[in-house]
DNA sequence: CTCAATGCAAACTATTTGCATTCGA
DNA sequence: TCGAATGCAAATAGTTTGCATTGAG
């Protein structure tokens, strides 16, 4: 089941509607890469579709964190970031706080470490959230 | 070295002045356990000391944060809060979503595979935000 | 038809800033 | 004394909401 399939399903279940703003949006959203904010995706679609306004932006992308198919991200700069999420692929983040660039990593390792923290207290994950902060290898020369 | 000596330190070292405010907020922040907003540590200090300001709390933490003493934490709840730092003893966070109450925990294992993590990408890890949110063992026992 | 979704503007919330005044070094 | 810090109020930025209108089921 593709992710345009969980969101049909979570509308349908949810008597919600599925509009074709909806749609270009949630589209939009999944073939892109970035890391995007409310305003971001809402700015690269208005090139093509004008007439989607930004509070439909913004509530379409928490309707789909709510689903599962988006994950919220905040790095600290004060804006909310939304990315894909793929159950079976999932990863963190190393965050540059020179140049802001953003390097994906995955470390399975890690993953079960946490399970077994939670496990200590008794705790049922839900989801997590893992950043590394610092200089990327670019930003790391230069303050050389 | 203590947090008070490496503000002060600090504070010399940049040429800024060291007030009673400043002071009143550091030693309230130090001894508190908790994750304070700035808000909450404004609400707490007006108090007793009600003549200082929102803005001098808030210019306060971030200056604690600048000069590693605080930790700013981003729950997701649309609040910037802080907490004590030190470095020898560094943890994260379970956050329960139900209830919103937060369980600090270290796990050395996971720092450890961090850095290993930031060394294959070449990254110099500065600071990081390492949280698990999800439902507390009271919360999990109440959904059953 | 009915009720959810949209688009716009306005409201809100947290954070930041301008500026006259105070105060530390 | 001099410039940093303060406290207040006002500005900003991001996010959320109210409401008349549109549109999906």
Redesign the interface.
Known sequence: MDQIAVFNEYVRRKGLKNTNQRMIILETFLNSKSHYSTEDLYLKLRKDHPRIGYATVHRTLKLLAECGIAL?L?F?DGQTRFEPLNADQHHDH?V??ECGSI?E?S?P??EK??E???A??????????????????TC?EKSN
Chains 1, 2 share one sequence.
């Open positions: 919220e905040n600290g190393l540059c706080t390097i990593f470390e390792e890690i470490l946490q077994q923290v939670a200590r207290y008794n705790f049922k994950i839900v989801s997590h959230r893992h950043e590394l902060y610092g200089l990327c290898s790391k």
